[in-house]
C-alpha cells in the first residue's frame, strides 16, 4: 500500500453501476484503492474492517438503505459531511 493511498468505498445494489465505478478509478490506482459493497450492510463490514477515506453510497437500496448509513456513520464514525 502507497503511503498516500486514499480508500474510497463506493456502496450501490446495481452490481453494473459498481463495476463501472471501479473501471473508472484504475487510471488512479496508484493514488485510490477502491472498496465497493451492494448495501448498507456490506458497507458497514467494509468499515468496520478497513480503514476508508470517503464513501459514495446510492440512497435506495435493499438491506441498508444509503440515508441509514449514512446516520449510522455519522453517529459512529468522525464525519466531516
Given at each position: 500500500?502507497?503511503?498516500?493511498m486514499k480508500t474510497v468505498l463506493i456502496v450501490d445494489d446495481e452490481e453494473s453501476l459498481l463495476l463501472s465505478i471501479s473501471a473508472g478509478f484504475d487510471r488512479y490506482s496508484s493514488h485510490f484503492a477502491v472498496r465497493t459493497a451492494e448495501n448498507g450492510k456490506q458497507a458497514l463490514e467494509v468499515l468496520e474492517s478497513e480503514?476508508?477515506?470517503?464513501?459514495v453510497?446510492?440512497?435506495?437500496m435493499p438491506e441498508m438503505d444509503g440515508f441509514e448509513l449514512i446516520?449510522?456513520?455519522?453517529h459512529n464514525f468522525h464525519l466531516f459531511l
Amino acid at each position: 500500500v502507497i503511503e498516500n493511498m486514499k480508500t474510497v468505498l463506493i456502496v450501490d445494489d446495481e452490481e453494473s453501476l459498481l463495476l463501472s465505478i471501479s473501471a473508472g478509478f484504475d487510471r488512479y490506482s496508484s493514488h485510490f484503492a477502491v472498496r465497493t459493497a451492494e448495501n448498507g450492510k456490506q458497507a458497514l463490514e467494509v468499515l468496520e474492517s478497513e480503514d476508508i477515506d470517503l464513501v459514495v453510497t446510492d440512497l435506495r437500496m435493499p438491506e441498508m438503505d444509503g440515508f441509514e448509513l449514512i446516520a449510522y456513520l455519522n453517529h459512529n464514525f468522525h464525519l466531516f459531511l
